[in-house]
Each structure stands twice: as structure tokens, then as C-alpha cells.
């Protein structure tokens, strides 16, 4: 009993998600020494409003891309979901819990169109999602001409019901968007860990041969992750609105390098077939509290961020086939040895 | 096989004759011979990106870094320019940014093995930072007066002298592609990696080749760029790396490498940019230019994957029958 813990101590010492943690660990001593004001608790919780979104959707892709998919559409559904939502709302009178309804509905139902294409007619999930990304902002764009309002001002004016959505503070400091993602985290670990549904995900990302032949309806598995990652996608397009207060429909437009970048660098193997929640989540924030930290601490603009988050992706994927590489595994292997002896 | 690449050329070349027709029904005044010129005229840029492109998906692979490349070449060329640096000093400093990025890509997917979409987006993301730092966010502006009207310079009739040059760039790529032995290992690689590497076909130089001559069109294409527009932007480039797989796509490039050609890609270029002149004709406003583009490559990727799928399929019966009927003439490949 002790042992087993204490190898289970052991693994997760060794685990991705510990290195994960350690840079975040990094970043909070780093940030910290060069701005104290990083480390203050309303400061930080405040930030983590402006990175949610790609947080939210990060953890949904993540089933897409261990089906060996990959979506490079969710940002398009985000600006879709929150043009819907304004415009139903101001300009068709509909309540406003009715039109975040009717565009989550839109939104799952866009991801379900790509994930037909992809599942069932076996065209490349790449494709696929872009055309989805350039036809979803497309109708975004023509959903917004219906408003009575410039869609460069985008609409605002929702009633406060809504808006506390995002802007409530549970104990006065921490953030409705860091509980809504916490909540969305358990779901995703649960559904992708601990259920049937989870395992077939696997199944299919791991050998979709075998699963098929194993009786998984694999082309309903694929198409399912498209729909999950379009509804994250709808949820944070609903928070981000919220939060903003303004309903505009090219929200979320810069999102894929960020999405990916946190996918990737939270362990999951963009062939399919291996990935985790957790590593994602925190991989998430990592990359939330770079694009904070950097131009609060060291006054790097807000525009130049693509850098860090671009390299911070090529090097974990270099560094990644580097250890798979044959190479690099004989050196580590000598190492070992000659550590042991 | 011959036969079916040239199938492939046609039916998008087809389509664009259709398009124009069905926009000249609903507004006589779009089939103007000097109206269809400009449509080409106006596409260049679009052209020399999917060229480049089209020899990274030839090989299986996909660069959405040339968004990025053409905006960053663009950014150095065009201040270079108009800090009055001598004009072919300035475009070689362009095309060799260009195939710098190009041999970046090439080596993290080809010899580190990183899927290209990922790394490549990694990559788009550094250059697009990189355009920030290098101008601050300022527009580069006031280009030599020159440089800008080189890109209206017309040969005879309407036809733009960039437009010919482009034309027969494309035609002379493309006779380099199918009938010198270099050029076919682009083809054989993106058919059957393993296979070509079995035949003795260099398969990881040809990889990375193929990702420089990308990197290299894209800074062409960036060159271009600004003397058509004569100013240069933080975001100048942007998407336009989708515009150009999307523009391989309608020109009948298979998307799992091997098959395609050149010409299909120019073709498939001029489509996507005449669009947003299209839409104007058909006085739909250019709202409608995301919307079309979506409807149009999923329309034509789906087609494609559901034909190819059938014709697998008859090719399976056909040998199949073959073999039970025991004659030479049903197995015909």
C-alpha cells in the first residue's frame, strides 16, 4: 500500500504534468521577481478574464486531436456564437438566455456539419476546418450586416443578468470565468478518463482499424469530438461576450496558434492517440499567464506575444521528436548507465 | 495517370469558365474582355503564393507560415526600397528571408519529424511577432513611385507585364516538375514516401527543397505584393495562407500529396481572387467572400474525397471481377 503510493508519488514526479507545473512555477518566481505587482491575488485572478476563452476551447480540441484530427475552426465558432447572441437579442427581441441557447445550438450544429465531412466522407480534418473556419466567420460577417448597429462597434447594452455571467466574483476575488473553466475541466477529465466514451476516444486516436473491428462505431466517435469541441468553443464565445460586454463577430479570430500551442504543449501527441485534460488545462494557463506576465513584467507589447507563445510551440515539438529520436534515446540511455555505474 | 492529372487541370479549369459565365448571365457587363483581364491581372500575387504552396503539398505536407513570410518579406523589402537601397540588393535580401523560412520549416518537418501543420504554425506565429518588432506596428509607406507602377506596366492589350512574366514562370515550373528527374521526385515522394526512399529518391532533401522553393514563392510573392498595394501593414498577409491552400484545393492538388500540378494551382488562384470581384458583380457586396470561399473548398474537398472513394471502389470490383472470371482484360491498372 505505502510502495504503490509511493511509485505513484514516483510517476507523477515524472510525468509531463509535473514538468508543466514546474514551469508554471517558473514563470511565477520569474514574473514575480521582476514585477511584485504579478503576485498580487486580485491582479492575477483579474488576467486570467482575458485568457479563459482559449483555455476553454484547449480542453475540448484536445479530444479532437487524440482522434488524430485536428480543429482549427473553434475560433470562428467563437465570434459565430457571440455575433448570434447579439443580434438575436437586440435586433430580434428574443430573451437573452434564449439567444445564448440558440447559439450554442448553432454552434454544435456547425461542429457537427465538419465532423460529418470529416468522419463520414473522409476528407482531411485540416481542410475540413478550414473552409469551416472561412464559411463560420463568413456567416458570423453576414449575421452581423442583419444588426441595426456597425459590426466594426459590435453591440452591447445586455442586461446585467447576463453580464454577471463572467463578471461575478465568488468571495469578492475569484473569477465566475476561472470557476466556469475549473467546472468544464472536471467534465472534460471525467468524460475523457473515466468513461466508456473516453476510452473509445483513445481507441479510435490509438488505431481506428482496430476499433471498428473491435465494434466502435468510430466514425460517430470522430464526429462527436468535432460537435464537444464546437460547444467549448460556443461556451467561451457566450463568457467572452459576457465579459466584454459586446457582442462582435470576429471574436476569437486569432485564437488557433494559442489553442494549438496549449494542446500540444500540454502532452498531447497531435498523431492521435495519447493526451490528457489535466496537461492541457495546465498547459492553458501557462501560456495565459506568458501573454500576462510578459507585458506586465518586462513591457512587451500586447501585439509582439505571438512570438513566445510561436516558439514556446516549435520548441516543444522539436524537443519532443528529439527525445523520440533514436539518437537522443542511445545518449540518455549511456547516461543512465553510466550513472549506475 | 497522365490522363487523369490533366482530368484534374480541366475540370478546374472548367469551373472558372462556368463561374465567369453564371456572374456574366446575372450581369452582362462582367464578360468585358478587359474586365476578364484584370481578373487575371489582379491575381498574381495569389498565383506565385500557390505555386509555392502547391510543391508542399505535393509532397504531403502544408506550410501556413507563407501568410506570414509574405508579410514579413514584404515589411523588409518595401522599407528597404523606400530607404532608397539599390532594387536587386533589396529582393535578394527578400527571397533569401523567404528561403530561410522556407529551410526553418523544411528541417523541423522533414528532419525533426514535427507534423507540418503544427510546426509551420509555430513558425507563422514568430514571423507575424517578427513583422511587429521589425516596424514597430508602423505602416511602411511612401515606396518609390517606380517600384508601385511596376506592377501596372502593361504589355499589349491589357495583359499586365507581371501577369506574362508570372505565366510563364508557372509554365516553365511546370515543365521542371514533370519532365526533369529532380522534378518528379517532389511527385514520387508525396505519392508513396517509403516506395520513393526504397527506389533510392533522396526523400528528406527533397522535403526540405520542396519547403525552401515555398518560403522562396511566398517572398516573390511578398516582392509583388507591395508594388501592387504600395504600402505594407502589421497584419498585410494575413490568411492569405489559407486563401492558398484553399486556391490548391480548387485547383485539383490532392491534399495527401502526389497528385496535382502547377497549372491547377494558378488556376485555382485566379478562382480565389476573382471572387470578391464576383460577388461585386453579382452585387452581393464583398460580406459574402468568407462565406463563398468556405462553401466552395468544402463543397470541393467533399466531392473529391466521395469520387476518389468511388473510384477505389470500382477499381476493387473491377479487379475483383476480374480475378473471378479468371480474363486478362478486366484489370486494367
Known amino acids: 500500500m505505502n510502495k504503490s503510493f509511493s511509485d505513484k508519488l514516483k510517476y507523477f514526479l515524472k510525468s509531463w504534468e509535473m514538468v508543466l507545473i514546474c514551469i508554471m512555477a517558473a514563470e511565477f518566481i520569474v514574473f514575480g521577481l521582476a514585477n511584485a505587482k504579478f503576485l498580487r491575488p486580485a491582479l492575477l485572478f483579474n488576467s486570467m478574464n482575458d485568457f479563459m476563452s482559449i483555455c476553454i476551447i484547449s480542453l475540448f480540441v484536445t479530444f479532437?486531436?487524440?482522434?488524430?484530427?485536428?480543429?482549427i475552426q473553434a475560433g470562428a465558432i467563437v465570434g459565430l456564437t457571440s455575433i448570434i447572441i447579439g443580434v438575436s437579442w437586440q435586433d430580434f427581441g428574443c430573451n437573452i438566455w434564449v439567444s445564448v441557447l440558440m447559439a450554442v445550438v448553432v454552434a454544435a450544429v456547425c461542429g457537427a456539419l465538419s465532423g460529418f465531412f470529416i468522419a463520414y466522407c473522409g476528407v482531411q480534418a485540416m481542410v475540413v476546418t478550414l473552409g469551416g473556419s472561412f464559411l463560420y466567420a463568413g456567416i458570423a460577417l453576414l449575421v452581423s450586416n442583419l444588426a441595426s448597429t456597425a459590426s466594426y462597434q459590435g453591440i452591447s447594452g445586455f442586461p446585467d443578468s447576463f453580464r454577471v455571467l463572467a463578471k461575478h466574483k465568488f468571495f469578492g476575488i475569484v473569477p465566475s470565468q476561472l470557476v466556469i473553466f475549473l467546472i468544464l475541466v472536471v467534465i472534460a477529465y471525467i468524460l475523457l478518463h473515466r468513461t466508456k466514451y473516453g476510452r473509445r476516444v483513445f481507441l479510435v486516436g490509438v488505431n481506428p482499424e482496430a476499433a471498428s473491428y473491435s465494434g466502435i462505431n468510430t466514425r460517430l466517435v470522430i464526429m462527436s469530438t468535432y460537435i464537444l469541441s464546437a460547444i467549448s468553443a460556443a461556451i467561451a464565445g457566450v463568457v467572452l461576450t459576457s465579459y466584454l460586454g459586446t457582442a462582435k463577430s470576429d471574436l476569437g479570430s486569432n485564437f488557433t496558434l494559442n489553442i494549438i500551442t496549449a494542446v500540444v504543449l500540454g502532452g498531447t501527441l497531435s498523431t492521435g492517440g495519447k493526451g490528457n485534460v489535466i496537461g492541457t488545462a495546465l498547459a492553458s494557463m501557462i501560456i495565459g499567464m506568458l501573454r500576462?506576465?510578459?507585458?506586465?513584467?518586462?513591457?512587451?507589447?500586447t501585439q509582439y506575444l505571438d512570438i513566445p507563445v510561436g516558439i514556446l510551440l516549435l520548441v516543444v515539438v522539436v524537443g519532443r521528436s528529439m527525445a523520440g529520436h533514436s539518437v537522443t534515446?542511445?545518449?540518455?540511455?549511456?547516461?543512465?548507465k553510466s550513472k549506475a555505474a | 495517370m497522365k490522363k487523369l492529372?490533366?482530368?484534374?487541370?480541366l475540370s478546374s479549369f472548367?469551373?472558372?469558365?462556368?463561374?465567369?459565365?453564371?456572374?456574366?448571365?446575372?450581369?452582362?457587363?462582367?464578360?468585358?474582355?478587359?474586365n476578364i483581364i484584370s481578373c487575371f491581372n489582379d491575381s498574381v500575387v495569389y498565383i506565385i503564393i500557390s505555386v509555392g504552396m502547391a510543391f508542399a503539398i505535393f509532397i504531403g505536407e502544408i506550410d501556413v507560415s507563407v501568410g506570414a513570410n509574405l508579410g514579413f518579406t514584404a515589411t523588409v523589402v518595401s522599407s528597404m526600397l523606400r530607404d532608397g537601397e539599390n532594387w536587386a540588393f533589396a529582393f535578394a535580401v527578400g527571397i533569401l528571408i523567404g528561403a530561410l523560412i522556407g529551410l526553418f520549416n523544411g528541417w523541423g518537418v522533414s528532419v525533426m519529424g514535427v507534423p507540418s501543420l503544427i510546426f509551420t504554425l509555430g513558425t507563422n506565429g514568430v514571423m507575424r511577432g517578427m513583422m511587429y518588432v521589425y516596424t514597430g506596428g508602423a505602416w511602411v509607406e511612401n515606396l518609390p513611385a517606380e517600384f508601385k507602377q511596376l506592377y501596372t506596366v502593361?504589355?499589349?492589350g491589357n495583359i499586365s507585364v507581371i501577369f506574362a512574366v508570372t505565366a510563364v514562370m508557372v509554365i516553365v515550373v511546370h515543365m521542371l516538375l514533370k519532365h526533369t528527374k529532380r522534378g518528379r521526385y517532389f511527385i514520387a515522394?508525396?505519392?508513396?514516401?517509403?516506395?520513393?526512399?526504397?527506389v533510392g529518391i533522396p526523400a528528406t532533401r527533397t522535403k526540405v527543397a520542396a519547403y525552401v522553393i515555398c518560403g522562396v514563392f511566398a517572398a516573390i510573392s511578398g516582392i509583388v505584393f507591395s508594388s501592387r498595394i504600395g504600402f505594407v501593414t502589421a497584419t498585410s498577409g494575413n490568411g492569405y495562407e489559407m486563401k492558398a491552400v484553399a486556391a490548391c484545393v480548387l485547383g485539383g492538388i490532392s491534399l495527401s500529396g502526389g497528385v496535382g500540378s502547377v497549372i491547377g494551382a494558378s488556376i485555382g488562384a485566379v478562382i480565389m481572387a476573382s471572387i470578391s470581384r464576383l460577388l461585386v458583380f453579382m452585387e452581393l457586396g464583398s460580406t459574402y467572400d468568407n462565406t463563398i470561399t468556405g462553401v466552395m473548398l468544402i463543397t470541393?474537398?467533399?466531392?473529391?474525397?466521395?469520387?476518389?472513394?468511388r473510384n477505389a471502389e470500382k477499381n476493387r470490383r473491377q479487379r475483383l471481377a476480374a480475378r473471378t472470371a479468371e480474363a486478362g482484360e478486366g484489370g486494367n491498372n
Open chain 1, 64 to 71: 479532437v486531436m487524440i482522434t488524430g484530427g485536428i480543429d
Open chain 1, 292 to 301: 500576462f506576465g510578459l507585458p506586465l513584467c518586462f513591457k512587451i507589447g
Open chain 1, 329 to 336: 534515446q542511445k545518449l540518455m540511455m549511456k547516461f543512465k
Open chain 2, 5 to 9: 492529372l490533366k482530368a484534374r487541370e
Open chain 2, 14 to 34: 472548367l469551373f472558372l469558365i462556368a463561374l465567369f459565365l453564371v456572374v456574366g448571365l446575372i450581369n452582362p457587363s462582367f464578360l468585358s474582355s478587359e
Open chain 2, 154 to 156: 502593361n504589355l499589349f
Open chain 2, 189 to 198: 515522394v508525396g505519392d508513396n514516401p517509403a516506395g520513393a526512399a526504397l
Open chain 2, 300 to 309: 470541393i474537398v467533399v466531392v473529391d474525397s466521395l469520387m476518389q472513394r
